[in-house]
C-alpha cells in the first residue's frame, strides 16, 4: 500500500501496518492540533455576524449576502 501526503508510513496490508500523519504547520501539511482549532475558533467571536435568517427572508454567506423576501400574501 503506498501513501500520500500528508499521510506517511504504508507497505503490505497486515496486522503491522503502520501510518502517520504530522501535525500542520506553516510548511507541512497535516492534521489540526486542539491548540489551533482553539485558535481558529476564537476568530470570530459568536454574536458579531448573522448565523441565520428565518421566516419570510432568506440569504446564504459568509459575508455580505444578498436577501431574498419571499412572496407573501
Known amino acids: ?23 500542520a504547520t506553516n510548511s ?19 454574536g458579531n455576524y448573522i448565523t441565520a435568517l428565518t421566516g419570510d427572508v432568506t440569504a446564504s454567506g459568509p459575508g455580505s449576502a444578498t436577501a431574498t423576501l419571499a412572496t407573501v400574501t
Open 1 to 23: 500500500m503506498s501513501t500520500t501526503s500528508p499521510l506517511s508510513g504504508g507497505g503490505a496490508l497486515s496486522s503491522n501496518l503502520t501510518l502517520s500523519i504530522p501535525a
Open 28 to 46: 507541512v501539511d497535516g492534521y489540526l492540533t486542539a491548540a489551533d482549532h482553539t485558535t481558529f475558533s476564537a476568530k470570530q467571536p459568536a
